[in-house]
């Protein structure tokens, strides 16, 4: 019989050009090293009874690495699991009243409760929350109708690039590294990457003359640039964009005509105080018409990041600016076609975005236990880039915002030399190595994308704060081990 | 400026070409009458403190028309979503020992409970627990490592169809009628849907003459017809497709080197004791090799249908049979991007797959409940398909199974003209009319696909039991009305 259409010679070639390295070579590795049972830590990194033998530091999934989920949220979504526990007289003896309270006003919102679909859009009564805390956010009013629940921010980022990229002639600027959710699914959808590049000696920040260059570039080969995404804070680079540089961006996308994609998913997630997270809706607000009126903006938020850490409910939103309504339409029906996003994730959005306060019975405890994670991450983001700029060959920018560390890895000519050999790309062969000797499980730059000639890694700043001086220390060893192994060539070559 | 990329003008022509009826233009109508806050029917159907002044029939979505979740798995997604609770002395108190027993087990088959990613193909565990079943229910065992977890059926088809179609000239068959989440995809995807006519006249049977006939005519128009796809029991149609009638699929499929994929979600909702379920993977196994070790087949389940009706969680798998391994890797790799279905809903799904057992303490209930709303859907699908058929010029099969009704209207010309003279499909200004004049919200059969000149609409038969002698009298006072009124031409044209 001939070939047929599963066969992988005859699939759909841009499901095979789709490159996804989060979860690629180094994790897979990692996984089946994890099956064989290795053990590499002194003291093993526990939840409840699992131990984990490999560190898995290539995905931010801060409950994986031992984060307790915040118990508020929790016990009103397991009531609306449960309602029937609400008319259960003993309810009040392990619940507390606000939860109580919460899990009637969340099912009132529902139709049919959390087995119900929901409207495509997200339940009505939750979208109204989640524009309130824009609101509050930014100073400036959002409408319900123009906000979409989705199964989270990576399915609404999917959607909407999937309405804008038509062929290969549809680029979309993406910095340069970046989170691959872009890379792939531009790929995925048959569209162009034109990539622009964050300039590492200036903090990953972004000059806009790149941005003219890149768009210049692409023109010159044909492409259309449709749209610019920007991921603030940074993924996988921590940085936070200043209030001037996401002016600039909003100007350069007015003056190019192209929609502007916010990823902001990690905007709870900020390490320093000088720079602020700003919302890019709130900037473009700010800077009025014609500019406000006219700039197509399309900003994501989740509860899977922040300190909520709540990824395997796969809860997202995003928020449409300027959006003519007959777009918001067939964004509506294309949502339609998977009939709604689950529906309990919907509720921890609602929480999220519309929490306890000041004199809730539970207020003190949620309080206790965010501030609990937050100052933790932020000891974390301390700890790791010091830890990294103390090793032969490591320079790493402070993680300012979001949950990486992404340090430069100066890779001597022998171990460039020794990577070719192997068949790797020069990061990938490191963090394999770093893999099997350490136990920790990151994901090469290459993965990201970065200059010619210049290698990286990320990490999550995720393991439990008390595992960090071990990981940190057991990184430190293996790299300087690395480094003095392949350097003698490099230091005779730059003297 | 010039357009912008989510102009409606400059669009992705394959978005705005999908079509999608179950939540289309009745639909829409359907909820701007509630929220006009519009009342039909005397006493109105309750759930919580909800009111339903429209009965919502455009859906297969249970819980939405007061259908109660069954206890124990909402007892054990509970105390999965709040595991403090297990270490709570008075959980005995509100919790049954075997739903704690199963959230213990649950968890301890995650990697940090259900904040955490799972693996993209879903929770091992869990997948090994679905491969039990199909094992069970088939007799031949299956490997939980081509079966993967799902934000719900609809998505898996999605991101099979993705890897199948590569462009205009890839042809997918699909039965018509069809449920439209297939015409939706295949124009996303920009594929061409191949349809072949189940006949209404054969209870909505298959003839497989009729299949060649559509490969042949797409061939013709220079289609490579690449997949098969079936859905039994049938939605709209409703009927059960015999083992021979399988056995005819498969060896059509083996012949023209065709992907089947196998839509099997309502595998639970039958409601007669002639025609049983039969998976086809069974049919395809029992006719042995060479047919068994070649045909490619994809099937899908979900927790939304069935008596579970847990839509709302977005809960599905998918089981491949003959797929190469590369294809998985590729299929995996492309799960990846949105890194884990939503985990909650794994829970249920292992729940849904590995039901108590005799002897544990929440079995007879859980039994009780089952069988409940089982003899309820099997009664619901005789009245309804009974009171369409004393209806004035409706006829109709009887629901073997899923969870609709899809009467044939035999419209009067004159009906036909003023449908033309609206600017409406026939069928859809039927629905329409009969919406306003009952609040009964159904979905027209051009949503689905009918033969030339034939009418037809789509009602679920889940309203609740109490209500339906009132649907299925104010249906038939609207519908004979409406017959009569656009008639006498009619009568006179046949004589």
Redesign the interface.
Known sequence: ????????ET???N??K?Q?A??GELYLRA?ELQKEGKKYMKSTVC????H?HIIFTN?G??????QK?L?FP??V???C?????LD?P??G??FPADAIARAKHY??L???????????RGIPGVRKEVAEFIERRDGYPSDPELIFLT??A??GV?Q?L?????GQG?GVLVPVPQYP?YS??IS?FGGSLVPYYLEETANWGLDVNNLRESVAQARFKGITV??MVIINPGNPTGQCLSEANLREILNFC?QE???LLGDEVYQQNIYQDERPFISSRKVLMDMGPPISK?V?L?SFHTV?KGYW??????GGYFEMTN??P??VD?IY??A??????????QIFMGLMVNPLKPGDVSYDQFVRESKGILESLRRRARIMTDGFNSCKNVVCNFTEGAMYSFPQLRLPPKAIEAAKQAGKVPDVFYCLKLLEATGISTVPGSGFGQKEGVFHLRTTILPAEEDMPEIMSSFKKFNDEFMAQYEDNWNRSRM
Chains 1, 2 share one sequence.
């Open positions: 019989m001939g070939l047929k259409a599963l066969d992988y699939m759909n070639e499901v095979k789709v996804y989060v979860r996984s939840w409840g009874s699992m984990f995905v999934n801060p409950q994986a690495l031992g989920p118990t929790r016990q979504v397991a009531l699991q449960a309602p029937f526990l259960d003993n309810v003896l392990i099912l009132s529902t139709s049919g409760g959390l087995g119900a679909y929901s409207d495509s199964d989270g990576s399915k999917m909407i999937n309405c804008i990229i038509r549809d959710l792939a699914t995925l449709r749209a007015y005509n192209l929609v006219d197509q399309v899977s850490g709540e990824c395997g409910q796969r959006i003519p007959k777009t067939e029906k294309i339609s076609i998977s009939l709604s996003p689950n529906v309990p994730a």
